[in-house]
T-cell receptor, first 111, second 117 residues
Framework: SQKIEQNSEALNIQEGKTATLTCNYT??????LQWYRQDPGRGPVFLLL?????KEKRKERLKVTFDTTLKQSLFHITASQPADSATYLC??????????FGGGTRLMVKP | DVKVTQSSRYLVKRTGEKVFLECVQD?????MFWYRQDPGLGLRLIYF???????EKGDIPEGYSVSREKKERFSLILESASTNQTSMYLC????????????????FGPGTRLTVL
């Protein structure tokens, strides 16, 4: 069956460091993958989309990579700030006009 | 900016009650979705609609129904609420169809935290 895995354990890093979050998937061949940010008690907010033919995408301090051979996406936040603390979700496009979401990884950036 | 609103942020209901969760979007989007989010399970799709009066089952439709009488409004109905339906419910909308050339993303509402006692 199709499966998306994100590290369920919180990632704790020091302010200024680069945070790297991982999204692994099996039994998918998604045409694209998306990353969302979710703050406590709020709905997810879209951050970045990367297509299967793109290796890397950047937006300000954010960078996403997409390796269709490894079936993995990495999400990087450079020069992290306490305000980046949130849960980050990856989502894969699947047939039938739908997205499937991973369980999310909580990031804590300490000052 | 796209705005997706949900009728309640917090709701407490009793087992067996009929529950309506309302979602409204203001950007004339074709597609609307209902998810539930539970710790350790992530977001799971309950139902979605790609047009007025059209609906498709998601991954966990049992115990739920939906209604889309107007383009901007998508309602989730719990016919007879049960304690295992205690969850955070999230509505989302998207302009077009998914696909390799699509750049459309989903816009989420703030969520309704439903507790069924």
């Amino acid at each position: 069956s199709q499966k998306i895995e994100q590290n369920s354990e919180a990632l704790n890093i020091q302010e200024g460091k680069t945070a790297t979050l991982t999204c692994n998937y099996t039994n998918y061949s998604p045409a694209y993958l998306q990353w969302y940010r979710q703050d406590p008690g709020r709905g997810p907010v879209f951050l970045l989309l990367i297509r299967e033919n793109e290796k890397e995408k950047r937006k300000e301090r954010l960078k996403v990579t997409f390796d269709t051979t490894l079936k993995q996406s990495l999400f990087h936040i450079t020069a992290s700030q306490p305000a980046d603390s949130a849960t980050y979700l990856c989502a894969l496009e699947r047939a039938g006009n739908m997205l499937t979401f991973g369980g999310g990884t909580r990031l804590m950036v300490k000052p | 900016d796209v705005k997706v609103t949900q009728s309640s942020r917090y709701l407490v209901k009793r087992t067996g009650e009929k529950v309506f969760l309302e979602c409204v979007q203001d950007m004339d989007h074709e597609n609307m979705f209902w998810y539930r989010q539970d710790p350790g399970l992530g977001l799971r799709l309950i139902y979605f609609s790609y047009d007025v009066k059209m609906k498709e089952k998601g991954d966990i439709p049992e115990g739920y129904s939906v209604s889309r009488e107007k383009k901007e409004r998508f309602s989730l109905i719990l016919e007879s609420a049960s304690t295992n339906q205690t969850s955070m419910y999230l509505c989302a909308s998207r302009q077009g169809l998914a696909g390799p050339s699509s750049t459309d993303t989903q816009y989420f509402g703030p969520g309704t935290r439903l507790t069924v006692l």
